[in-house]
């Protein structure tokens, strides 16, 4: 994967920022070009306690809130992973605060 220069420093900004633990975990977004990917990461154990794949943002959105609530998971902490907070990634952190997380 190439990152562009402006995106990694931005990347590196927010992950000296930002740790996961059980009881809040890093809530992790990946964009590709057909898909959006979203992680709840417990960065203290190194493990992906719940995930969600799909073409929609807002649905990924709203999947990672409902899994996060199975397993008694109320907040988050945001992690853009250096994109700007526009467009897929504002509509998936959107629709997980409708969902119920908080962060």
Same mark, same amino acid.
């Given at each position: 994967?190439?990152?562009?220069?402006?995106?990694?420093?931005?990347?590196?900004?927010?992950?000296?920022?930002?740790?996961?633990?059980?009881? $809040?975990?890093?809530?992790?977004?990946?964009?590709?070009? #057909?898909? *959006?990917?979203? /992680?709840?990461?417990? %960065?203290? @154990?190194?493990? $992906?306690?719940?995930?969600?794949?799909?073409?929609?943002? #807002?649905? *990924?959105?709203? /999947?990672?809130?409902? %899994?996060? @609530?199975?397993?008694?998971?109320?907040?988050?902490?945001?992690?853009?992973?250096?994109?700007?907070?526009?467009?897929?990634?504002?509509?998936?952190?959107?629709?997980?605060?409708?969902?119920?997380?908080?962060?």
């Amino acid at each position: 994967m190439m990152l562009t220069a402006r995106r990694l420093a931005r990347k590196k900004r927010v992950k000296a920022k930002v740790l996961g633990t059980a009881k $809040t975990p890093r809530l992790s977004v990946f964009r590709s070009n #057909k898909y *959006v990917y979203a /992680q709840l990461i417990d %960065d203290q @154990k190194n493990v $992906t306690l719940v995930h969600a794949k799909g073409e929609v943002a #807002k649905l *990924v959105g709203e /999947q990672i809130a409902k %899994d996060a @609530k199975k397993k008694k998971i109320s907040s988050a902490v945001f992690d853009r992973s250096g994109y700007k907070y526009h467009g897929k990634v504002k509509a998936l952190a959107d629709a997980a605060r409708e969902g119920g997380l908080k962060f």
